[in-house]
């Protein structure tokens, strides 16, 4: 009975999981990528070196402020669905998570140094990662996850091969 019901619980959340790890690990990539290019401004790299300089605790407020100003983004997603606009809904909600990570991987990436200095932020940020690197490592050595890892690599190469065969002269 024990075991029945632990296969139920991983034939649900293994799925959801999978999916987690792998839409956050596909969206930090590209987010971290376009994030770089946008840092590539001048006026973006000035405020970055600007933010570099912060004390501790004025690296942590501005870490914490994304959070708070996508807030407008969220009640607009409220007002849309209180008005059935669903699909205008899920757009702002989709937008500002999209915005929202990629703001704040890139402050994190900024920041992470001084935040460090703060012994509660150390203590927490080592804990999280290292059980969010747990969970990716269960997740990532499931036959499943593993099978899928190789079909996505599969079609990858076959794209490739195409895309090579329509520029091969």
Same mark, same amino acid.
């Given at each position: 009975?024990?075991?029945?019901i632990?296969?139920? !619980?991983?034939?649900v959340?293994?799925?959801i999981?999978?999916?987690?790890v $792998?839409?956050?690990q596909?969206?930090?990539?590209?987010?971290?990528?376009a994030?770089a290019?946008?840092?590539r401004?001048?006026?973006v790299a000035? !405020?970055?070196?600007? %933010?570099?300089? !912060?004390?501790?605790?004025?690296?942590?407020?501005?870490?914490?402020a994304?959070s708070i100003l996508i807030?407008?983004?969220?009640f607009?997603?409220?007002?849309?669905?209180?008005h059935?606009?669903?699909a205008?809904?899920?757009?702002?909600?989709?937008?500002?998570?999209?915005?929202?990570?990629?703001?704040?991987?890139?402050l994190?990436r900024? %920041?992470?140094?001084?935040?460090?200095?703060?012994?509660?932020?150390?203590w927490?940020?080592?804990?999280?990662?290292?059980w969010?690197?747990?969970?990716?490592?269960?997740?990532?050595a %499931?036959?499943?996850?593993?099978?899928a890892a190789?079909?996505?690599d599969?079609?990858r190469a076959?794209?490739?091969?195409l895309?090579?065969? %329509? $520029?091969?002269?």
């Amino acid at each position: 009975m024990k075991q029945q019901i632990k296969r139920g !619980l991983e034939l649900v959340f293994v799925p959801i999981a999978a999916a987690v790890v $792998f839409v956050e690990q596909v969206l930090i990539k590209y987010l971290n990528v376009a994030m770089a290019a946008f840092a590539r401004l001048p006026w973006v790299a000035r !405020l970055e070196a600007w %933010l570099v300089t !912060l004390p501790p605790y004025g690296a942590l407020a501005t870490f914490a402020a994304p959070s708070i100003l996508i807030l407008p983004v969220k009640f607009s997603a409220v007002w849309f669905g209180y008005h059935r606009h669903y699909a205008l809904a899920f757009a702002s909600v989709l937008a500002g998570k999209v915005i929202g990570t990629a703001i704040l991987a890139r402050l994190y990436r900024i %920041l992470r140094p001084n935040l460090m200095t703060i012994g509660w932020f150390a203590w927490a940020d080592t804990h999280f990662f290292y059980w969010r690197d747990k969970a990716y490592a269960f997740v990532k050595a %499931l036959p499943a996850w593993k099978m899928a890892a190789k079909l996505a690599d599969d079609v990858r190469a076959w794209l490739a091969g195409l895309v090579a065969g %329509l $520029f091969a002269r």
